[in-house]
């Protein structure tokens, strides 16, 4: 059971260039999102998503799209990177919203550096 | 909207002590979860809360949740280095479907 998985753990990115990160879980969660970790300052909510094929915006979502088509796949797309979106990634799932009850599973994180 | 405010932000203790880490949110918390990271690696699920006045305990670690439902605490006894990491407090958003987080404790347990 590999849980939540995201690719890749690091990457380098020039300003101005795109790139998709992805991540997958095998669980058969409805509910998946996307945060970013920068110190001194939690986990901040980018876009997160109740469904395949419902997506919406969390606290940062300037820069960045997402898409669900499938249950499993929840992409983060970064259109035009910038020194700003340096920062550690992590995608999370959980079975049903998130009603009480129902922990959030995060993969291991994607550190991103943009020069 | 609402905020996860999180105390102390950082804390060095010696092992065998004890402490506390708090949780205080701007709103009613629905559902108030306590998540442990190590450093370089992802989020370890530690407990959850859902009731005013609950109390749940792991090993040595205690969390509460106070009877208004706005304040949580995180309290370790007798620490040791395998307890260092960064501990985070994460909620439902008041009437959202938000999974929000606080700013996060840096802990430090030496010998």
């Known amino acids: 059971n590999a849980g939540v998985t995201q690719t890749p753990k690091f990457q380098v990115l020039k300003t101005g260039q795109s790139m998709t990160l992805q991540c997958a879980q095998d669980m058969n969660h409805e509910y998946m999102s996307w945060y970013r970790q920068d110190p001194g300052m939690g986990l901040r909510l980018i876009h997160y998503s109740v469904g395949a094929g419902i997506t919406d915006q969390g606290e940062v979502p300037n820069g960045y799209n997402v898409s669900r088509s499938t249950t499993e796949d929840f992409p983060l797309r970064l259109l035009s990177a910038a020194p700003s979106q340096t920062s550690v990634y992590f995608c999370?799932?959980?079975?049903?919203?998130?009603?009480?009850?129902?922990?959030?599973?995060f993969g291991q994180g994607t550190r991103l550096t943009v020069v | 909207s609402q905020e996860l405010e999180q105390s102390p932000q950082s804390l060095i203790v010696q092992e065998g002590k004890n402490l506390t880490i708090n949780c205080t949110s701007s709103?009613?918390?629905?559902?108030l979860y306590w998540y442990k990271q190590k450093y370089g690696e992802g989020l370890i699920f530690l407990m959850m809360l859902q009731k005013g006045g609950e109390e749940k305990s792991h090993e040595k670690i205690t969390a509460k949740l106070d009877e208004k439902k706005q304040q949580s605490s995180l309290h370790i006894t007798a620490s040791q280095p395998s307890h260092a990491g960064i501990y985070l407090c994460g909620a439902r958003a008041y009437n959202t479907d938000k999974l929000i987080f606080g700013t996060g404790t840096r802990l430090q347990v030496f010998p």
């Open positions: 999370a799932s959980s079975y049903s919203g998130v009603a009480p009850g129902t922990e959030a599973f």
């Open positions: 709103k009613t918390l629905y559902g």
